[in-house]
């Protein structure tokens, strides 16, 4: 082992200065970022930097490290924090634990709130607050200790399959990469698994989690509320199911709110026994195994680590949970939102298959029963229209009003509606509620654009038009999507938690406006009465089909399902 002691044998301070032993393997990462890595050790006037040779032991190394200094950093990914805390932990050693990371995934820095720059983690080695995390003792075919976690079955797949060239090719998209090729033929494990003395439970997995810390594979949320100084670990099963049923968790799992789904077991243990037929590939901490029998037990508080300051112990759910609701922490940012929306509408997709076609097909019957009353009772219908048409326009001038109103419906208008309100339900993660909508729009955007011509009915003509219209008026197309638009968001208000003045105030005012749209449409002269009923019968049926898809996909969102 090759020693350059960067500070002489006595730190400023005196006897009670903090002591820091740097331990890392100068080929690992670019030579640029050593360089610049050397240069800010170098700052630190407390640092003694040990570069490791190839033969060097870097567990024994740490465990030397953690008996005579007060803080052992470890330049590395996650398998090189693996290897450093089984020397810590095994020479019992009263050394903190540093990480400076320079590997793909670096998940445990993620859960303790270390910087991900090399650079900047360095600065911990001043400012860093020692925690005591816990640890999870191996036994079965794999012997050691864990300190981030293990995923085995598909995830281990996966792993095993993230080769260094892909790992530098890809950086972190490395593991994201590898799952394409493992997707096209999932495994699946006959798993038997033994939470703390309880009797043995059998699943039919595709993946299996034991998990101290909250990600892996480079910062997929596989615990997103595990807690490393809880003394308890989470176990997180994914049963096998089909393509539609996994495209749901996947991409809930991408969201960080996977664990209330219907074909996600999660549990808290103390230990954890696992035998799996056939044998389970795992990646224990970043480091792949093989075996047919594993149990983790946890060491509370084995090991002191050096936290960044935004670290937090337990997860902090964004919103109180409703009842049954499963606590989730989601990912911010915008890829975990679309993935989020993605979610919610495969929950849809899955949930309500019949309903949706049954829904849709009810709008149908309504549109092509009216146009067949409307040619069965000839004139009859012809005057009612023409009386009801001729009663809305007559008494004060409410042009103004009517135009003003009848701008909701508009494309342009309609549109910008549609687009904020769903990004505000995607900001709020109200991403079931944001799918739903979209199925309404685009099903009234469908059922216009398809029946309009097929029906192909004449606009009325009055003497002095007050409103320029194109194309045919059977169905009205404004109040489609009114209808649409506002019956989806009324019936949501409805359904909702709010107090009964808000819910019912909320749906009344949505009411209101689809009202006075499709009043709007009559009182300008641009559609018959019948245009404008048959228009909103058939968006009632099929925003009440949403709201049913939307009901169920909540229900399995929540666990419920």
């Known amino acids: 082992m090759k020693c350059d002691h960067l500070t002489a044998s006595q730190p400023p301070g005196g006897a009670g200065a903090t002591k820091v032993c740097v331990l890392f393997n100068p080929r690992a990462g670019s030579a640029d970022r050593i360089e610049e890595l050397r240069a800010a050790l170098a700052a630190d006037p407390r640092v003694t930097l040990r ?22 950093a470890v330049a590395g990914g996650d398998g090189t924090v693996h290897t450093a805390i089984n020397g810590l932990v095994t020479a019992r050693a009263r050394a903190a634990l540093a990480v400076i990371p320079l590997g793909t995934g670096n998940d445990f820095c993620r859960t303790m709130a270390i910087p991900l720059d090399p650079v900047a983690a360095v600065a911990l080695l001043r400012t860093g607050q020692p925690r005591a995390v816990d640890v999870a003792k ?8 864990m300190v981030n976690a293990a995923t085995g079955g598909f995830s281990g797949r996966v792993a095993a399959d993230v080769t260094p060239d892909l790992k530098a ?103 954890v026994e696992i035998e799996s037929h056939p044998a389970l590939p795992v990646s224990i901490d970043g ?192 109040a489609l999507r009114a209808v649409g638009f506002f019956g989806y968001l009324g019936g949501m208000a409805v359904a909702s938690a709010w107090r009964a003045w808000g819910r019912w105030g909320v749906a009344i005012g949505c009411a209101v406006l689809a009202g006075a749209v499709c009043w709007s449409r009559v009182y300008l002269g641009v559609h018959h009465p019948t245009d404008v009923i048959a228009g909103a019968l058939a968006a009632g049926a099929w925003v009440a089909t949403c709201l049913l898809g939307r009901h169920y996909a909540m229900d399995r969102m929540n666990g419920r399902g």
């Open 51 to 72: 570069e490791l040779g190839p033969d060097d032991d870097l567990g024994r190394a740490a465990g030397e490290a953690g008996t005579t200094y007060d803080v052992v």
């Open 138 to 145: 191996l036994g079965g075919d794999r012997t050691g200790f």
């Open 169 to 271: 090719f890809w950086g972190p998209l490395a593991y994201l990469r590898g799952a394409v090729g493992t997707v096209t033929n999932p495994p699946q494990y006959r798993l038997t698994v033994r939470f703390d003395d309880g009797a043995p439970e059998s699943f039919d997995a595709l993946n299996v989690v034991v998990a101290n810390a909250r990600t892996a594979g480079g910062g997929t949320p596989v615990a997103p509320t595990a807690n490393p100084e809880d003394g308890l670990l989470d176990v997180v099963v994914v049963r096998s199911a089909g393509a539609l049923e996994l495209s749901v968790v996947a991409a809930r799992l991408m969201h960080g709110d996977y664990l209330g789904d219907e074909n996600v077991v999660h549990r808290l243990a103390r230990k």
């Open 287 to 478: 480091e792949l195994d093989e075996g047919a029998r594993f149990t983790f037990e946890v060491v509370p508080g084995a090991l002191r680590v050096l936290a960044g300051p935004e670290y937090r112990a337990r997860a902090e759910v964004e919103r109180p949970l409703e009842e049954h609701e499963v606590p989730s922490v989601p990912k911010k940012g915008i890829g975990p939102r679309f993935f989020g929306l993605l979610g919610g509408a495969l929950l849809l997709a899955k949930r309500t298959p019949g309903a949706a076609l049954a829904g849709f097909a009810a709008a149908l019957m309504i549109l092509v029963f009216a146009w067949v009353a409307r040619g069965v009772v000839g004139e009859r219908w012809r005057d009612w229209d023409e009386r009801v048409g001729t009663a809305a326009r007559a008494g004060a001038d409410w042009s103004g009003v009517a135009v003003a109103v009848t701008a909701l419906g508009d494309a342009g208008p309609f549109a910008a509606l549609v687009v904020v309100t769903v990004a505000v339900l995607v900001a709020r993660r109200r991403y079931v509620d944001a799918a739903a909508l979209l199925a309404v729009v685009g099903g009234v955007l469908i059922l216009e654009g398809v029946l309009k011509p097929l029906f192909a009915v004449a606009r009325p003509a009055l003497p002095v038009p007050r409103h320029a219209a194109q194309g045919f008026s059977f169905p009205s197309g404004h």
